[in-house]
């Protein structure tokens, strides 16, 4: 019981540099396409919506990219973020596996969200933008750019989806302490808000509907704003690599390296940061790594989509990616992990497990609760409802471990604290929890309107 | 701007020893008294509601107390805290002052309370307890009680104050995912909570009449049970020293000392375990600290109080300590700092403040807001309401250090984050903040209810 269960890094170790997987890729990842013509999508094309130093991430080869001494100084305030050792979870399971996780819940705005959102608005501070808009679901993307934007002096202007704006009204509120306005969407500020509002002004809104109004609202800015988004996209996984590459200093640490990597998966970029150091190494001839993305039952990209192109947003303004989806017009049912609520796939992670290096399992999100409180009992951190679905893949791999005699270290990805989402967690202990549904025909649908690529 | 902001302590480096400034008083505080003879109050007094272990821990004058190794090992959840140094702040409010925190909310519970909540669990576990009883305002003691009961297997009641559990929720919810019961207070589970309902079924509840209906529950238990309070006694404020424990190595660390120190004050725990270790120091010929006590304008116990013996509880079945106190039977007007809404004070902070070893100033929460909201967007952390006021007594000592152009070392605790606090924010925001109101004339009628002692 004297072991050590938190391996902190100090500040001066702390990693200088964000890991880039196109280095290491066997191939690379099929390229974007033009909204319009098809074609692969050079820089220019995304240069209405990003500054040219996110644009130039996106498509570097570099293995290393220094993260700058400013996003680094607000890196600080709460990074490196502890690696634990789960030793009463281990205990409480009798397993054999060591259980290690990386906690992002100590950010600010208590998930992964503010290392790409820090990132973001410092390239943006760079060339001179004044306005970012964005988009949010429950609110944890919003919060954390909100945040951003304050460090650096950038107004930021949020769309959030109704349904939360309405009901979890608190991540709106952090948004207005970090100084930034917050619109309910569908809204009567963009072409696309006013279309849906006319057909239906109860609306309830869909991360789809409110990417497509800040890309809406981006465009006509004339250049005066750019846009930003919190996952899916490659220099925001490039930044979340902050962690993985802190972890692996920290599991060097407890002197062990890990077995198995376990996250959960809406868009993509909270698994992507832990493992893709991790990966990395393997792909230049390291320890080979189970990685397990875990998925929400009724949104699940990976496990239920097509492999295919398709938009990221429901006006189908953005460009069109390769990746697993359920059809850019699938409205997600509800389901506590607003995070998880999302059609498509970071086409990084979709080309990795096409390849075969990951695979990906689905979660009900009554099972991931009854993690989710099995852990907080015996860690005391209450995790957010889509880090459950981490827990829950993280247990149930230690215990094929305990039935299998294997002593495996698991490692996975804690993406938050569940402090605004107390309500979910009194819908699972008053037994109001919605079953999950898998909507076939719904998503059947979505995936036959793909757009045709040739 | 490459110079540190945050001082972490490696686990290894955690003090092991609580620090009890019974060993450095220049004199004893004045003695609990026992509620029916009025005569000093001896540690069998106070077995029906306490383990032994706490009881000796309350009288002891042994300078450093080790911490049990099991205490410590839960410790190692989230602790040692860590110490930042507020320099975005600095550089905003244009002071030579340094500001520095430490910062409580990254416990499982997000405020300092289970630094003592673990350490009664382990001592009433010790002693074969299977159940302790406890009230909570606002819910940042129950959820901790909650947490530390389920760390060591006792099953753990809260009565909360029912405007509280009616209107904010989530904290409840928490107790509940750590596996504790919880009554809305007043209750029909008691004599009391009866005779109050009787007269009122709509009594908003207050912690005085939360902690009778815990201590009636305890005593009735007939030996089954045990208490346990979250604050103004001896052994919390002893617990809470870790923190100031830490903080000293971590001013070493930083090469600094302070000059002023700052707390909010409502039963006192809080400010006294980040000061007590320094103020020892001072007591043994150390450098003097000014002592900065900051407490609400609308319960403003130090500043308006009267220095007498009073009840701890409405219902006048605690021993009676020698206090500031409004009177017991003051009902706090409502505030959004739950935990600053308490008749009385610590009898060794008040002792403090008679012998002129700290000073106590009273602020309104609408100028603990802005502050709080300026601190928020400097340094990204949203402080709990409570924590405002130690916020706003930094920010008031930096800016006078700024007038007399003195660069002053000021260290202040941040008690815990504002996350389960968020609607108090909104109210903020919306301009619907109640203004303070200090009831002098119910001040002036519980003060002259106050037993007399001769």
Redesign the interface.
């Known amino acids: 019981?004297?072991d050590?269960?938190?391996y902190?890094l100090?500040?001066s170790k702390a990693p200088k540099f964000w890991y880039n997987i196109n280095a290491d890729l066997p191939s690379p990842p099929p390229p974007p396409l033009h909204p319009g013509t098809k074609q692969p999508a050079g820089p220019d094309d995304f240069a209405p919506l990003f500054p040219m130093g996110l644009i130039m991430q996106e498509v570097s080869t570099e293995r290393e990219i220094e993260i700058p001494?400013?996003v680094r100084?607000?890196y600080?305030?709460?990074r490196p973020s502890p690696l634990?050792r789960a030793r009463r979870l281990e205990k409480y399971l009798d397993t054999p596996a060591k259980i290690y996780f990386k906690y992002e819940g100590?950010s600010?705005t208590?998930s992964h969200k503010p290392n790409t959102a820090v990132a973001q608005a410092f390239y943006n501070k760079e060339e001179g933008v004044k306005k970012i808009y964005t988009e949010t679901g429950a609110g944890q993307w919003g919060s954390s750019l909100a945040?951003a934007g304050?460090?650096f002096g950038i107004d930021i202007e949020v769309f959030m989806v109704k349904v939360s704006f309405d009901q979890k009204?608190?991540?709106k509120?952090?948004m207005?302490?970090?100084?930034a306005k917050c619109n309910s969407s569908p809204s009567s500020l963009t072409d696309f808000g006013k279309k849906l509002l006319d057909e239906d002004p109860s609306n309830p809104g869909s991360l789809g509907i409110a990417i497509s109004e800040a890309v809406e609202s981006t465009v006509k800015s004339n250049g005066e704003a750019k846009y930003s988004l919190g996952s899916v996209l490659g220099h925001v996984l490039l930044h979340q690599t902050i962690n993985g590459n802190e972890a692996i200093l920290q599991m060097e640490q407890a002197g062990d390296y890990p077995d198995i990597i376990v996250g959960c998966t809406g868009g993509g970029s909270n698994l992507s940061g832990l493992l893709f150091p991790f990966l990395g190494q393997q792909l230049r001839g390291g320890k080979k790594i189970d990685v397990i993305a875990c998925e929400p039952l009724s949104c699940p990209s990976f496990t239920k989509g097509k492999y295919a192109y398709d938009f990221g947003d429901m006006a189908m303004m953005t460009p069109l990616v390769k990746m697993h989806t359920l059809g850019s017009s699938f409205l997600p049912p509800a389901n506590h992990s607003g995070g998880l609520r999302y059609h498509g796939m970071s086409y990084h992670l979709s080309h990795l497990l096409d390849l075969g290096l990951i695979r990906a399992k689905a979660y009900g999100q009554k099972e991931c609760f009854e993690a989710g409180?099995a852990f907080?009992?015996q860690?005391?951190?209450?995790p957010a409802p889509e880090g459950n679905h981490a827990v829950k893949g993280a247990i149930d791999a230690a215990l094929e471990c305990k039935k299998n005699g294997e002593s495996k270290t698991i490692l996975f990805n804690l993406c938050g604290?569940g402090?605004?989402d107390?309500?979910a967690?009194?819908d699972y202990?008053s037994g109001n929890l919605a079953e999950d549904k898998f909507d076939k025909q719904h998503v059947d649908e979505a995936i036959s309107k793909l757009p045709e690529i040739s």
């Open positions: 019981m004297t050590s269960v938190k902190l100090e500040e001494e400013p100084e607000i600080k305030q709460w634990y100590v600010p208590g945040y304050q460090m009204p608190y991540r509120f952090m207005q302490s970090f100084g409180v907080a009992k860690e005391g951190i209450i604290h402090h605004f107390m309500s967690y009194d202990f």
